[in-house]
């Protein structure tokens, strides 16, 4: 493998689809894009701490935090999950510059992630895809995976908030998920991989 690979980031908040899009863009890489697109996100990281996170580990990770009826509920970011994060971004870059294609399902959380990504994937392809979803619809979908309630309201503030306060668009693109079927998404992200090499918009960050 003589060049880098790409770093694909799937960005959003839970239940808008990430994890889902980007499994199914695994499956379908080799014969669509030739290779592999290894899955480096927070699925796989967390994944990596051993069995039992959720219990175990979920105070040094993050927790929601439930105010006021009718409030947002607050995301609160543990130790663990910021390095865990750093530590995410090294494994994928080095997949990636090692010549494989890297697909990260994410939530960038502040400038503080955002600039760790960058600063990583300096040299190699990056193209950051923002997933959105109407808010009652992205409740809904929550309530029905059987998800901690609150916690897309939470994540989608916080990244709001992040976008807000960002320099610079953190994404390349943004796709609403709100009535996209997991294959129109990949074909959605597909399309916009293609679109973004024929333009020379995957260039060497």
Avoid: N
């Amino acid at each position: 493998m003589s060049r880098p690979g790409l770093l694909l980031v799937l960005d959003g908040p839970t239940a808008v689809g990430r994890t889902t899009t980007l499994r199914a863009l695994a499956d379908v890489w080799p014969d669509r894009r030739g290779g592999t697109l290894l899955e480096a996100g927070l699925d796989a990281a967390v994944a990596a701490l051993g069995p039992g996170p959720a219990s175990r580990l979920a105070p040094l990770l993050d927790r929601v935090e439930h105010g006021p009826a009718g409030s947002v509920p607050r995301l609160r970011r543990g130790p663990l999950a910021r390095e865990l994060v750093a530590g995410m971004h090294r494994a994928a870059a080095t997949w990636a510059a090692a010549g494989f294609d890297v697909g990260m399902d994410h939530l960038l959380v502040d400038a503080a992630a955002v600039a760790d990504l960058r600063r990583v994937a300096a040299g190699l392809p990056l193209l950051v895809v923002g997933l959105t979803c109407d808010p009652v619809v992205l409740e809904d979908r929550e309530r029905r995976d059987g998800r901690e309630r609150g916690r897309a309201a939470a994540e989608t503030a916080v990244l709001a908030a992040a976008a807000a306060q960002a320099t610079a668009p953190i994404h390349d693109v943004v796709l609403d998920t709100t009535a996209l079927t997991t294959e129109e998404l990949v074909e959605a992200v597909l399309d916009l991989v293609a679109r973004a090499e024929r333009d020379g918009r995957l260039s060497r960050r």
